[in-house]
């Protein structure tokens, strides 16, 4: 079955720790993207790729980092710098330009203690 | 400004009912529209595609776009408490652009 992948579901984190979330496709999709989800708020943008080896920042990349070493794969690490880490993060990635949509994985709980 | 502009609800409607879920936005550049269904601590479920506008039907959904009046609509017809989510409207220029533009969601309960 083709999609999206994230890992893990849950995470918990300690102050003061970087942590790194995964997330893989499939879908041979270019452009992958990180969104942050807080309750009563819409996504909004972290992190965006287009290409392998490319990405640029979105509205909040405060506190966050990427890389694209491959095309499947796109991982967000949440640093210790990001004031207010614990939300809902989702990975996406868009099927192509002609058909513009994009497609999301199950998410990633991240809670702070 | 934002972007896009939704009614966050929550809207409460009984089972069978029709329902119209909105968005308004202020860019007249957005070419591509879709509506998302999010079940809680889940993640978006892609429910309808439309380019430009128009309408398009899938089954008991309804997508509709009037891009003079920038507002595109989601009609959902004899509305099943399976239907109870939230529900997302998002946009893009398309093309070289590749940010996409979400509402901030309308949740949706469906009374059986």
């Known amino acids: 079955d083709g999609g999206i992948t994230q890992s893990p579901k849950y995470l918990f984190r300690k102050e003061g720790q970087n942590v790194t979330l995964s997330c893989e496709q499939n879908?041979?999709?270019?452009?992958m993207y990180w969104y942050r989800q807080d309750p009563g708020q819409g996504l909004r943008l972290i992190y965006y790729s287009q290409i392998v080896n490319d990405f640029q920042k979105g509205d909040i990349a405060e506190g966050y980092s990427v890389s694209r070493e491959k095309k499947e794969s796109f991982p967000l690490t949440v640093t210790s710098a990001q004031k207010n880490p614990t939300a809902f993060y989702l990975c996406?990635?868009?099927?192509?330009?002609?058909?513009?949509?994009?497609?999301f994985g199950p998410g990633t709980r991240l809670t702070v203690l | 400004q934002k972007e896009v502009e939704q009614d966050p609800g929550p809207l409460s409607v009984p089972e069978g009912a029709i329902v119209s879920l909105n968005c308004t936005y202020s860019n007249s550049a957005f070419q591509y529209f879709m509506w998302y269904r999010q079940y809680s601590r889940k993640g978006p479920e892609l429910l309808m595609y439309t380019y430009s506008s128009g309408n398009k039907e899938d089954g008991r959904f309804t997508a509709q776009v009037d891009k003079s009046s920038k507002y595109i609509s989601l009609f959902i017809r004899d509305s099943q408490p399976s239907d109870s989510a939230t529900y997302l409207c998002a946009m893009s220029a398309g093309g070289n652009f590749n940010k996409f533009y979400f509402g901030s969601g309308t949740k949706l309960n469906v009374k059986p």
């Open positions: 879908l041979n999709h270019d452009a």
């Open positions: 996406a990635s868009r099927k192509d330009r002609l058909t513009d949509t994009q497609y």
